[in-house]
């Protein structure tokens, strides 16, 4: 199985940005597609985004399309999230998953067996 550890998260003001790191160790990241997930309190957990595992492909949840971005660097074993015009309804913990090794690109999150610690993202109005 791949590890995965999430950092990046924090307090920030409405409009602000952040960018989410994590880390894969364990096996050939570029083996995995990826994709970041979200849950805020009292939620269920939501997909964001997802990246096949060349990066060439991405998707992003409608509701952060045009403000978040995922992207990938093989090199670094290293899963990104960029976020910008953060608003208070993006608070959450976010955690970034792997599916099974080898699949491609899915943004069921119930086809995700790998999941990080989480980080926390908080957006004050």
Same mark, same amino acid.
């Given at each position: 199985?791949?590890?995965?550890?999430?950092?990046? !998260?924090?307090?920030? @003001?409405?409009? =602000?940005?952040? #960018?989410?790191?994590? +880390? *894969?160790?364990?096996?050939?990241?570029?083996?995995?597609?990826? !994709?970041?997930?979200? @849950?805020?309190? =009292?939620?269920? #957990?939501?997909?964001? +985004? *997802?990246?096949?595992?060349?990066?060439?492909?991405?998707?992003?949840?409608?509701?952060?399309?045009?403000?978040?971005?995922?992207?990938?660097?093989? +090199?670094?074993?290293?899963?990104?999230?960029?976020?910008?015009?953060?608003?208070?309804?993006?608070?959450?913990?976010?955690?970034?998953?792997?599916?099974?090794?080898?699949?491609?690109?899915?943004?069921?999150?119930?086809?995700?067996?790998?999941?990080?610690?989480?980080?926390?993202?908080?957006?004050?109005?």
């Amino acid at each position: 199985q791949v590890q995965l550890v999430e950092s990046g !998260g924090g307090l920030v @003001q409405d409009g =602000g940005s952040l #960018r989410l790191s994590c +880390a *894969a160790s364990g096996r050939t990241f570029s083996n995995y597609a990826m !994709g970041w997930f979200r @849950q805020a309190p =009292g939620k269920e #957990r939501e997909f964001v +985004a *997802a990246i096949s595992w060349s990066g060439g492909v991405t998707a992003h949840a409608d509701s952060v399309k045009g403000r978040f971005t995922i992207s990938r660097d093989n +090199a670094k074993n290293t899963l990104y999230l960029q976020m910008n015009n953060l608003k208070p309804e993006d608070t959450a913990v976010y955690y970034c998953a792997a599916p099974r090794e080898g699949s491609p690109l899915t943004t069921r999150l119930d086809q995700f067996l790998n999941w990080g610690q989480g980080t926390q993202v908080t957006v004050s109005s």
